[in-house]
C-alpha cells in the first residue's frame, strides 16, 4: 500500500508571501499524486493532481506542484498568497493498479493580513 | 446545481441509537465512497461502491453499513453509535473509481455523538 507524509502541520504566512506545503510519499508501485483544499465548513476540493508527462502541474487558484520521483516528494508551492487562500491542504496518492485513496493528516495553511 | 449533496449537516445523538446519513450525486459517476475525519482533520477511506459493489472496506466496525438503491445514492447506517463515532463524514464520488480519478466531495455531516 502506499502513504503519504505532510511534514508541517501548521504554516503562517503573511498575505502577498510565496509559500510552500511539503509531501512526500511511499510506494511500491507507480502513484497518482493529488493536492486537495479544504476550506472552514466545506467539502475537499481538487486544486491538482498528477497523473503522468510533465512533472510540474499547475492547478486552480494560482497553485503548482512538482513531482520529484528520486525524492519521492510532491511540493506544493504558490509564488504570492491572498488571505483567502487559508485553508487545510490535503496531499493524497494512488497507486496505479489500485483505487485505494491515501490522504495526508493536512496541512493548515493561515495567512496572515 | 450541488454535485454530490449530504444530509443531514449535522447530527447530535445519543450514545446506542440508531442513525443515517444520506448521499446524492447527480454527476453520472459510477462509484461513490465515504470518508471519516477524525477532530485532527486526518481523512480516512471508509467503503467505495461502484455500480453497487462494495470494492473497499477498511476496517470499519460492521455497526457501519453503506447501502446504495442505485448509483446516484449512497447512504451511511451506523448502528448502536458510541462515542469514539463523532467525526466528520464526507461523501464523495468518481467517474468510475480509476486510480487517476478525481474525487467531488461533498459538503460533510458533523456527527456528534453524546
Known amino acids: 500500500a502506499q502513504s503519504v507524509t505532510q511534514l508541517d502541520s501548521q504554516v503562517p504566512v503573511f498575505e502577498e508571501a510565496p509559500v510552500e506545503l511539503r509531501c512526500n510519499y511511499s510506494?511500491?508501485?507507480?502513484?497518482?499524486l493529488f493536492w486537495y483544499v479544504q476550506y472552514p465548513n466545506q467539502g475537499l476540493q481538487l486544486l491538482l493532481k498528477y497523473l503522468s508527462g510533465s512533472t510540474l502541474v499547475k492547478g486552480i487558484n494560482g497553485f503548482e506542484a512538482e513531482f520529484n520521483k528520486s525524492q519521492t516528494s510532491f511540493h506544493l508551492r504558490k509564488p504570492s498568497v491572498h488571505i483567502s487562500d487559508t485553508a487545510e491542504y490535503f496531499c493524497?496518492?494512488?497507486?496505479?493498479?489500485?483505487?485505494?485513496?491515501?490522504f495526508g493528516a493536512g496541512t493548515r495553511l493561515t495567512v496572515k493580513p | 446545481d450541488t454535485a454530490v449533496s449530504q444530509t443531514p449537516k449535522y447530527l447530535v445523538t445519543q450514545m446506542g441509537n440508531d442513525k443515517s446519513i444520506k448521499c446524492e450525486q447527480n454527476?453520472?459517476?459510477?462509484?461513490m465512497y465515504w470518508y471519516k475525519q477524525d477532530s485532527k482533520k486526518f481523512l480516512k477511506i471508509m467503503f467505495s461502491?461502484?455500480?453497487?459493489?462494495?470494492?473497499i472496506n477498511e476496517t470499519v466496525p460492521n455497526r457501519f453499513s453503506p447501502k446504495s438503491p442505485d448509483k446516484a445514492h449512497l447512504n451511511l447506517h451506523i448502528n448502536s453509535l458510541e462515542l469514539g463515532d463523532s467525526a466528520v463524514y464526507f461523501c464523495?464520488?468518481?467517474?468510475?473509481?480509476?486510480?487517476?480519478?478525481?474525487?467531488?466531495f461533498g459538503p460533510g455531516t458533523r456527527l456528534t455523538v453524546l
Open positions: 493524497a496518492v494512488e497507486g496505479n493498479n489500485n483505487n485505494d485513496m491515501r
Open positions: 510506494s511500491s508501485v507507480s502513484v497518482y
Open positions: 454527476l453520472g459517476h459510477d462509484t
Open positions: 461502491y461502484n455500480n453497487k459493489e462494495l470494492i
Open positions: 464523495a464520488s468518481s467517474q468510475d473509481g480509476a486510480a487517476r480519478d478525481t474525487q467531488y
